[in-house]
């Protein structure tokens, strides 16, 4: 398994640019998440889902949308970057989100110019 | 403001050494996690402990559990450089009564062992 993947590795936009950062699995996981991670901020989570359809809002979800159309695929889409989007981002998934461990994707790295 | 919540922030020891990093939350909790990040990688899983455990070993690793406080505490014995990491809690809990949970992580803490 290439458990969970992201891509690009790095990325850098000007401020109001769209982009769409990717994150697939191959666990056939059904729990997916986003977090973003500053530095003295920790882990902030802006999107999970609980199942291929459903999506929902975590604690910083202003400027970015989710959507899940089949379990494998769990997109993040910056509509309009600003740089305050200068993060690291992470997608994470487990099989049940109330038991089990989350597996974490490498990280994007993204400067907002 | 963070559910978790990780003292020290940093944490500067020996090689052989123990190390205790301790995370409170403010929130009844369902499981507790603990994670390990090396620089400029992704998070990998420790261990997990429940609300109704108290106490859980894996290795070198021990993890309490205090609902009553809302703390836990993670030990590391005999600890190596290879050690050398960010360390974060995370609390999951139920997402305004559904069945869904959110995982929400702690700033962390930053271990540093010297050889």
């Known amino acids: 398994n290439a458990g969970v993947t992201q891509t690009p590795k790095f990325q850098v936009l000007k401020t109001g640019q769209s982009m769409t950062l990717q994150c697939a699995q191959d666990m056939n996981h059904e729990y997916m998440s986003w977090y973003r991670q500053d530095p003295g901020m920790g882990l902030r989570l802006i999107h999970y889902?609980?199942?291929?359809?459903?999506?929902d809002q975590g604690e910083v979800p202003n400027g970015y949308n989710v959507s899940r159309s089949t379990t494998e695929d769990f997109p993040l889409r910056l509509l309009s970057a600003a740089p305050s989007q200068t993060s690291v981002y992470f997608c994470?998934?487990?099989?049940?989100?109330?038991?089990?461990?989350?597996?974490f994707g490498p990280g994007t790295r993204l400067t907002v110019l | 403001s963070q559910q978790g919540e990780e003292d020290p922030q940093a944490l500067s020891i020996q090689e052989g050494e123990n190390a205790t990093m301790n995370c409170s939350y403010k929130t009844s909790i369902n499981n507790l996690q603990w994670y390990r990040q090396n620089s400029g990688r992704g998070l990998v899983h420790l261990i997990l402990?429940?609300?109704?455990?108290r106490e859980k070993h894996s290795g070198r690793l021990r993890v309490t559990l205090d609902t009553s406080k809302k703390s836990s505490s993670l030990l590391i014995t005999a600890s190596r450089a290879a050690d050398t990491a960010s360390y974060f809690c995370a609390t999951l809990t139920n997402a305004g009564g559904t069945s869904y949970g959110k995982l929400t992580f702690g700033q962390g803490t930053i271990l540093t062992v010297h050889p």
């Open positions: 402990i429940r609300s109704n455990e």
């Open positions: 889902s609980v199942g291929a359809g459903i999506t």
């Open positions: 994470a998934s487990s099989y049940s989100q109330s038991t089990d461990t989350q597996y």
